[in-house]
């Protein structure tokens, strides 16, 4: 197959510039990829002043670059993200992100934290498979996950998340995309932009690929306030997305109890490998969820301990942050996230 790249520069800044695929332009022959390259490149930037482009061309699948897939059982593809904070990382790719393949087509969980990304998990789904990408499932609202949608989108995928991810997102995409600027350079975030979901579910809807289905549930507020699992019932995979983390300090965003509830209500239930948001998928629920449920337990006692003495937030949150030192040595990026949970346990725990 062959793709149509776009050499795209910034409009402020001509000489800041990255490739852009284009999905629309995919064509089996180089020549017929050409014949129609002008005409939907110059559509795709008449709706981004922001951008200019350079040369359509066509490259064979083979030459670009593509995110490495692994395959964990059968038809359930994962890339792996780096386990740390954005802050220490190159490009932003930390999250886990799965490509499920069925009869008739495709499903992607997850989109990653930018075109970019998104781009290359496109390249390696393309290496694959030509059938259709009919969903996109995004876990939750967080930028590792989904800024990489627009991709998938242009390619015909359908974008599923939790009801409230859709506001959750738009209400904080202007910040996403400025920190992604901000920590990264331009080839890394140049026509990146956020796409909204198309479907919302309200509590459990499921995906059908043809011959294999995919389960959806949304969840009270826990990681975040618009968590959404997937489980692939054939093979039993179940991706949690930050609902677990493993090696990557947990961030609360939603509700430290709500969080603590899920994870007591044996939310994997029959699954047989568990792909967290974050760190190395396994067969082992209690592997996969206990530690993150430590540290959850004890980020709760000390900031209620806290609080019951009497001592104001700011006083309050290094102390706690002193509580949780043990836990230091067994998570990434621990001191530049456990500030920030001590900040929302306290706000969240004090109204109990
Ligand atoms: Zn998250």
Not at 44 to 70: F, I, K, M
Not at 87 to 115: C, K, T
Request: charge should be negative; hydrophobic fraction near 45%.
């Amino acid at each position: 197959m062959f793709h149509l790249i776009v050499n795209v520069c910034l409009s402020v800044a001509p000489l800041e510039c990255a490739p852009v695929l284009l999905p629309a332009g995919d064509a089996a022959t180089q020549q017929s990829c050409m014949s129609q390259a002008r005409r939907i490149a110059d559509d795709w930037l008449q709706d981004r002043p922001q951008l200019r482009g350079e040369g359509p061309r066509c490259v064979d699948n083979a030459d670009l670059a593509a995110a490495p897939l692994t395959e964990l059982a059968p038809g359930v593809h994962v890339f792996q993200g780096d386990p740390v904070q954005m802050e220490q990382s190159p490009d932003g790719r930390i999250a886990n992100l799965g490509v499920i393949e069925g009869r008739d087509s495709v499903a992607v969980i997850d989109a990653g934290v930018s075109r970019a990304q998104g781009q290359a998990m496109y390249v390696a789904i393309r290496r694959m498979t030509d059938k259709p990408i009919s969903h996109l499932v995004l876990t939750h609202m967080h930028p590792d996950h989904v800024l990489g949608a627009q991709v998938m989108a242009e390619a015909g995928a359908t974008i599923v998340a939790h009801h409230a991810m859709a506001n959750a997102l738009q209400y904080r995409a202007g910040t996403y995309l400025e920190n992604l600027q901000r920590l990264f350079p331009p080839a890394e975030w140049i026509a990146t932009a956020v796409a909204l979901p198309d479907l919302g579910v309200t509590d459990a809807d499921s995906i059908d690929l043809g011959d294999r289905r995919v389960d959806l549930r949304a969840w009270p507020s826990a990681h975040t306030d618009n968590d959404l699992t997937a489980l692939d019932v054939a093979t039993g995979t179940f991706f949690t997305g930050d609902l677990v983390f493993r090696d990557l300090t947990p961030v609360v965003d939603g509700s430290l109890s709500g969080w603590l509830s899920w994870l007591q209500g044996e939310p994997a239930g029959q699954a047989r490998l568990i792909v967290p948001g974050h760190g190395e998928p396994t067969a082992d629920w209690a592997l996969a969820h206990r530690p993150q449920q430590d540290f959850l337990k004890a980020l709760a006692e000390a900031t209620r301990a806290r609080i019951a003495e009497g001592i104001p937030m700011s006083e309050a949150v290094p102390l706690i942050a002193k509580d949780l030192e043990t836990f230091a040595p067994s998570w990434n990026s621990f001191d530049m996230t456990v500030a920030r949970d001590a900040t929302a346990a306290y706000k969240e725990l004090e109204w109990e």
